[in-house]
């Protein structure tokens, strides 16, 4: 087992998931809220890296809870895309440079060091969700169907967190 390499390849997934949060945190400092357009396009994207993550793991992760997981996450995030673009099959949003180097890590697990990275990573994803819709929520000059999901959506990101944080204790 190299362990140098799990450990290096955990934390480079650590590393790349936590450099995205100083943009949103960008995108909401100068306005302090994020405009639709805005909140559309950062969770879709941020729920197309969950999804493809996600489905990497319902083939790769070996704990049954980290699968049960990833296939609740696949779930919700089709249904969110579909909800935000008024689709019933919409297509994945392209993934930037820096989405994209988070999945390209994780596709280089394997094994338990697989399980542990994914969900550090779904931890790290989850809290950029949780911020883009509190970004939204905080512009007072929202629209109310938009407003409806984001509230629901931060409901039920904040649950995935709970659930993601008891994964992470029983993995380690």
Known sequence: MDRR?????SAGLAALSFSLRPRIA??????????????TAMT???????????????????????????????AEQTAMAQVLTNTDSP??????????????????QSGPAFDRAYILGQLNSHQELLQI???????????TDTQ????????SIQQHLTM????QQQLA
């Open 5 to 9: 390499g799990i450990l290096l390849g």
């Open 26 to 39: 960008l995108a909401q400092g100068t306005a302090h809220w994020l405009s639709g357009a805005q909140y």
């Open 44 to 74: 879709l994207m941020a729920g197309t890296l969950a999804k493809q993550t996600s489905q990497l793991a319902l083939e790769r992760a070996q704990n049954q809870r980290v699968k049960q997981f990833a296939a609740f996450e696949i």
């Open 91 to 108: 297509p994945p949003v392209p993934l930037d440079a820096e989405h994209a180097a988070v999945l390209k890590t994780l596709e280089a």
């Open 133 to 143: 819709q509190q970004g939204y929520l905080d512009n007072t000059n929202r629209s």
């Open 148 to 155: 409806h999901i984001a509230v629901l959506a931060r409901m």
């Open 164 to 167: 993601l944080q008891e994964i």
